[in-house]
């Protein structure tokens, strides 16, 4: 079954961390670009950040420069978004999704909120 299943999300205080992973099946996860996009009533629908399918070009959306970092295994078909000094502009529901620049697979998110 081709499928992205998200985990990881929670409730964070400002200033803390988060690592969601993403496990994927039924394709070959190291052929393609992976995203995470997040989604929030403020913002709408917003990517977050990109990377190739061997791992190298690594793109960030600008106000997640340099908190959060991401990363893949292929061996273990599974995509990470490691998310530090979180903010309450960070609070959404976070997607993982096959592409880099447009997406055709989507899992099913997973909510992060960002509360004291």
């Known amino acids: 079954q081709v499928q992205l299943v998200e985990s990881g999300g929670g409730l964070v205080q400002p200033g803390g961390s988060l690592r969601l992973s993403c496990a994927a099946s039924g394709f070959p996860f190291s052929v393609y670009a992976m995203s995470w996009v997040r989604q929030s009533p403020r913002k709408g629908l917003e990517w977050v950040a990109d990377i190739y399918g061997g791992g190298g070009g690594i793109a960030y959306e600008d106000s997640v420069k340099g908190r959060f970092t991401i990363s893949r295994d292929n061996a273990k078909n599974t995509l990470y978004l490691q998310m530090d000094n979180l903010n309450s502009e960070d609070a959404a529901v976070y997607y993982c999704?096959?592409?880099?620049?447009?997406?055709?697979?989507w899992g099913q998110g997973t909510q992060v909120t960002v509360s004291s």
């Open positions: 999704a096959r592409g880099g620049s447009s997406w055709d697979l």
